[in-house]
């Protein structure tokens, strides 16, 4: 199998909020919008990846728990500093996990999960471990 492009797909209970949420309060930039003006599905930038708000889902939400976004950014001090400005609750404050990558929670308008990750200039996976 050949994947040629990916991306996660939210069906939220109010398109308009998420929409607003991950473009103006989140600034994820868009790749695309379709459909019609008063029903559009909007396509994000995620990175190398790409996050589809589109349709209405269930008025309960993800009911399981089973979706959550991870998003990479270059500074989690800042970014919960914007946040919290912002108004967005924050689930979980930064924190040095185990693992030794540093992660703040957040969640969207539905309650979809979101970690925010930084990985510190130590970390291995900002280095090349292979020997030559």
Do not use: C, K
């Not at 995620?46 to 269930?58: H, K, R």
């Not at 996990?97 to 979809?112: A, Q, R, S, T």
């Amino acid at each position: 199998m050949e994947i040629l492009s990916s991306r996660i797909l939210l069906r939220p209970r109010d398109p308009a909020r998420s929409r607003a949420f991950y473009r103006d309060v989140l600034g994820l930039a868009v790749y695309r919008e379709f459909g019609p003006p008063e029903h559009p599905g909007t396509v994000f930038f995620l990175g190398n990846g790409f996050l589809e708000v589109s349709g209405a889902g269930s008025a309960f939400g993800p009911a399981d728990g089973s979706v959550r976004i991870w998003l990479q950014v270059r500074d989690v001090a800042q970014v919960h500093r914007e946040l919290a400005a912002a108004g967005v609750p924050i689930a979980r404050d930064p924190q040095v996990e185990p693992w030794g990558l540093v992660e703040m929670w957040i969640e969207d308008p539905d309650g979809v999960p979101i970690v925010l990750v930084e990985i510190p200039s130590d970390h291995p996976l900002r280095r090349d471990t292979r020997s030559l």
